[in-house]
Structures are given as C-alpha cells and as structure tokens.
C-alpha cells in the first residue's frame, strides 16, 4: 500500500517513482535547504535567504544556512559560499552578521574603509568639513 512507502528525509528528494531504496533520494543543492520530508523534485527545496550561503548540499533546516559575517552582507539568494558576500563599502558598517544591507555611517561621520563592523569605526567630519547627502564622504 501507499503508506508503507518511506518518505525521503528532509533535505532531499525524488521526483521518479518506484525507488526501493533511500539512497535513491537526492540531496538538495548547495545554497538550499528543505525541512520536510517526502518532497518530489528540487523545486521543493528552499533556497538560503540573503545574507547567508551554505556551501554542503542536502541541508534540511533554515538554520543550516550560514550567515554572511559582520562587515559584509548578501542580498541574493542561494549563494553557495562565504565569498559570495559582499564586502561593507567605505561609509558603511555593518555589526550583525547574516544582513541584505549594511548601515550607513551616523550623520556627521564617514568612513575610510571597508568592511568595517561598528559605527564607532566611522569617524566624525573633521573642523571645516561637514557629511554631505551620499553619506559616508566628505564636503568642503
């Protein structure tokens, strides 16, 4: 009967019937995860949301996905690894890891380089000059 058949466990699946045997279930994609059991091709499996990657396939929780680090981010889904996050670009910071954006320097601050991780990284406008529109440069 239909109920005696095994579910394929979660972070897998397979789309053929017939199968006699778990190994015949495939393992969900780098970049993707499924938490349930009994899915029938790799459209079923999740992808990892922005700001996280995750490099080993057949991942069955969200959790499973690894965030992009402080002072980078990631705004496209399914990355597969680390590199894939983009670096924090000057004027910017970013101390939680696992974001789609980074945050923008306080006003009367810029910053000089990259891939910062807090906002006392950014440093206040010297005398003189003051933090324009762009945030994160300078003005006369």
Excluded: W
Excluded at 33 to 46: F, I, L, P, S
């Amino acid at each position: 009967a239909h109920t005696d058949c095994i579910d394929c466990a979660a972070g897998k699946y397979k789309s053929q019937p017939g199968q006699i045997t778990h190994t015949a279930c495939i393992v969900c994609g780098a970049g993707k995860y499924k938490d349930q059991t009994g899915q029938v091709a790799e459209a079923d499996c999740a992808l990892c949301p922005g700001g996280n990657y995750k490099s080993q396939p057949g991942q069955d929780e969200l959790s499973d996905c690894d965030d992009c680090p402080q002072g980078t981010y990631g705004t496209i889904t399914g990355r597969t690894a680390e590199g894939d996050c983009i670096t924090c670009s000057k004027g910017t910071y970013e101390s939680v890891a696992g974001q789609n954006s980074c945050t923008l320097c306080p006003a009367g601050t810029f910053g000089v380089s990259t891939g910062r991780i807090e906002d006392a990284q950014c440093q206040e406008c010297p005398a003189g000059k003051f933090e324009n529109e762009e945030r994160g440069r300078l003005t006369d």
